[in-house]
């Protein structure tokens, strides 16, 4: 065991000090007597031989997953938003807002779509909310543009 | 007439044998080295059983960047100070105080037991002590007074001066006083 450093060095220490450091010293020498030096190398060599690349500190916001999860978190939640105004403003309805999240939505996959929607649980419920609290809304209560909005609506749905 | 003295290649000579693609000298290397880091590491206050990995990730790391080395410094405080590197960064992930447990099975079983239990009080106390240093101060001691490294060595290390290093180490020493004292 290599204690040629502690034994030239402790002269120099007071003796408190020098005899503490003798004492640590003896006890992390038999913790570091239990690291398997040959296992240390073979592992170490194994790692530079596959050209480990370390990995760098990733932002978790430079994952283009979870950009996209993120995005469409803000859009979901921007959504929410909008429906709680309108629930606040009957003349514009929940129907008329959310389908503004769903684009927003069709880059991700099936997982992503999950973790979006279980983040969002939330929203959903305001939504829901909102469309029951706004269903009794008749055609009368539609400015024009509304209904011009409607009837596009409806044409694309029938084409 | 005598057996033949098988030289003992230096550090240096290792190192150019690995970086000429010599996997041996590698290995070599972490037999020299490997246990005075993992004393290093310990003292600081790593707990054991993230010991071995906490060597390898430094050596790895050594062996990585070792085109960089300059030879300033010994190969072997380098690597100290590139372990001291790799467990601040391990610390950080931890987020929870380390505390090194004395367990039964590192006691020594021989001499007079209070004499032991002194000791014992007084390694955990100097140990506290360390973690309680400002970084610098806790890795100048530490290569000085356990590694025995020079102030040379260590400035280079360490990235420093070695009036610097000086400083730091008669820091470290005076507030270790006044914590054990």
């Known amino acids: ?159 | 007439m005598g057996s033949p003295v098988q030289a003992v290649a230096a550090d240096g000579d290792l190192i150019a044998q690995y970086l000429a693609g010599e996997e041996r000298a590698a290995t070599e290397l972490v037999r020299r080295h490997a246990t005075a880091l993992a004393r290093y590491i310990a003292a600081q206050g790593a707990p054991e059983d993230e010991l071995e990995d906490l060597t390898q990730e430094t050596l790895f790391k050594a062996f990585r960047a070792l085109a960089t080395f300059r030879g300033g410094a010994s190969f072997r405080t380098w690597l100290l100070a590139i372990g001291g590197n790799v467990l601040r960064d391990r610390r950080r992930r931890w987020r929870k105080n380390l505390v090194v447990e004395l367990t039964p099975d590192i006691r020594d079983p021989s001499g007079d037991p209070g004499a032991q239990a002194e000791a014992g009080w007084a390694a955990e106390r100097l140990q506290e002590g360390i973690g309680k240093l400002a970084r610098l101060q806790r890795e100048v001691f530490l290569m000085r007074a356990q590694q025995g490294s020079g102030y040379d060595e260590i400035a280079s290390g360490l990235g420093i001066t070695e009036g610097a290093a000086r400083v730091h180490y008669h820091h470290a020493v005076k507030r270790l006083k006044a914590w054990i004292g």
């Open chain 1, 1 to 159: 065991m290599d204690r040629l450093g502690i034994d030239r060095t402790t002269d120099e220490l007071p003796p408190e000090i020098g005899a503490a450091l003798q004492a640590l010293d003896a006890r992390v020498a038999k913790q570091a007597a239990r690291v398997d030096v040959e296992r240390v190398a073979a592992r170490v060599l194994d790692r530079l031989r596959h050209g480990e690349v370390e990995r760098p500190r990733r932002i978790l916001w430079m994952s283009p997953v979870a950009l996209r999860v993120a995005a469409a978190v803000v859009v979901l939640a921007a959504a929410g938003v909008i429906v709680n105004l309108a629930s606040d403003h009957p003349q514009q309805t929940a129907a008329q807002q959310l389908p503004v999240a769903i684009p927003a939505m069709d880059s991700l996959n099936a997982p992503q779509l999950e973790a979006v929607l279980e983040a969002t649980g939330e929203v959903r419920a305001v939504a829901d909310s909102a469309v029951q609290a706004t269903a009794g809304v008749s055609l009368d209560d539609l400015t024009e543009q509304q209904l011009q909005a409607l009837l596009a609506s409806l044409g694309n749905s029938e084409g």
